[in-house]
């Protein structure tokens, strides 16, 4: 396998790592301000559930995750995932989507403790002076106390996406076809091993382009201090 | 008729009762200032008239309508009290700006979200919204800002930070300004400028209930003074009365501490 074909080979697999990264992180980053809305509620018995479920997803390892999400189904409920209707029968859909889900859940419990953080770090001052200005609760979160927290989150969310980066290689036990994958098909099919290595290089690169982004998104947000 | 009256409140955090009935009314375009050592409840007054705690016990009455009371568990949602602080206004001891925004946004804000609520906003939302930014660039006017309107708070100076709250605070028109102890977070020198401001709007008769550690304003600026001591009010009167004629001991000690 000549060097072109290895890289096309394995620039058709980064397009799932992609693809896995973009809507997880999409999926992810909102799904994950529900779970701290739900840790922080007064009600008792939502925020015990809430921090329950995150306390579990972060105490496992996402690889088992990965697999209760795609295998469970078929083994306990005798329902595989990939005979789910809404599938019609693509099977790369199916482990796509159940890996995406896993990732889904995963980071959004993670995320949501980084928000509980940012929140919690904001002064009463700051919620009391909206209460006597009038706002109402979702005005002083929306107009007040949101961008605050963006701020002060920025350094470990950067962190985590990166993070997310490097795990989309996981999907490869569940057989999306990411590029961790490709490069381990190329070394059992071919007998090379560099293709490994060089995958190496796509996440290098794709997370140095991350980092200059949240660098600059920090510099964007430096026009304030709080 | 007094402006605002305050009857038996009582607030108790957990076992230590804090406020042990308070009684008071004040009248339109008075200054009323509320000395006290720290511990005298003073701060959990202003807060629970500014509805930031609630009282166990007890009502408010503005203008000689009932605001607030306690016995009256439903009348305390959120969207009522809401409703109910927009007659007071409140400057804190660590001004609060917003730090996202520049000067005159965190005058703006408020005013422009409750525009939003009255139905007449969407048919003449240009002029609306051009009325609140002169309105808040004559308040910032007034506490001598009108050169700071597009900085942010972390570029200008404590006074100046508390000055632009004062002008938050005005911003809504409040019936009552409320002041938390507004210069306790400044020296000494800054402190002259925020108390000039405060001087020029009981020139103008804006009516303020002013907790402060200040006895020298207090004596110069208020009409009435209240004395707090451990949770009630030890004495009350005419503002040169309490400091020249301190009829307790308990404030004759403060005094002669403060002094």
Sequence with gaps: MSFLDVTLKLLSGFQDTLLLFFFTLLLALPLGLVFTFGTMSKWKPLSFVTRGFVYIIR????????????????IVFNSPLVRWPIFAGNTNAAYFAGALFAF???????????YRGGIESISQGQYEAGQVLGMTKSQIFFRIVLL?????????????????VKDTALAATVNVYEIYFMSREILNSEFIIWPLFYSGAFYL??????????????????YFRS | MAIFEAKNIYKKFGDTEVLKGIDFSMEKGE??????SSGSGKTTLLRCINFLETPDRGEFYLNGNLLFDAADKKSHSDEEIRQKRLHLGLVFQSFNLFPQYTVLDNVCLAPLLLAKESPDYKKNKK?????????????????????????????????????VAIARALALKPDILCFDEPTSALDPEITVEVLAVMKN?????????????????????????????????AEMGDAEEVFTNPKSRRLQEFLSVMK
Excluded at chain 1, 61 to 74: A, S
């Design chain 1, 59 to 74: 105490g496992t390892p996402l690889l088992l995750q990965l697999m209760v999400v795609v295998y469970i189904p078929g």
């Design chain 1, 104 to 114: 889904v859940i995963n980071y959004a419990c993670y995320f949501s403790e980084i």
């Design chain 1, 148 to 164: 605050q927290v963006i701020k002060r989150i920025m350094a470990p969310v950067a962190n985590e996406t990166i993070t997310l």
């Design chain 1, 205 to 222: 690169i794709f997370n140095a382009g991350l980092t200059w982004l949240f660098r600059h998104i920090e510099k964007k947000l430096s």
């Design chain 2, 31 to 36: 200054v009323l200032c509320i000395i006290g």
């Design chain 2, 127 to 163: 002029q609306i919204r051009e009325e609140i930014r002169a309105h808040a660039i004559e308040l910032l006017k007034k506490v001598g800002l009108e050169d700071k309107l597009d900085s942010y708070p972390c570029q200008i100076s404590g006074g100046q930070q508390q000055r």
């Design chain 2, 201 to 233: 709007l009981a020139k103008e008769d804006t009516t303020m209930l002013v907790v402060t550690h200040e006895m020298g304003f207090a004596r110069e600026v208020s009409d009435k003074v209240i004395f707090m001591d451990n949770g009630v009010i």
